[in-house]
């Protein structure tokens, strides 16, 4: 992770939208998986997260 720090290539302007991402994917697959009503939303809402990069 320092290395990834210290490289002027990755800054935090581009790894900040990529954890942000996870987080969200996360954050919904874990909400959604309980829920069968809202399955098929989580699932249609992760699949448009990972599409959309």
Partial sequence: ????M???D????NIAPLLLD???ISM??????KN???GFLG???ERFLILKH
């Fill in 36 to 38: 069968p009503l809202f």
């Fill in 28 to 33: 919904l697959s874990e909400k959604y998986r």
């Fill in 43 to 45: 699932e249609f809402t």
């Fill in 1 to 4: 992770m320092l290395r990834l």
């Fill in 6 to 8: 210290n490289n002027k």
């Fill in 10 to 13: 990755w800054q935090v302007e």
């Fill in 22 to 24: 996870s987080y969200y």
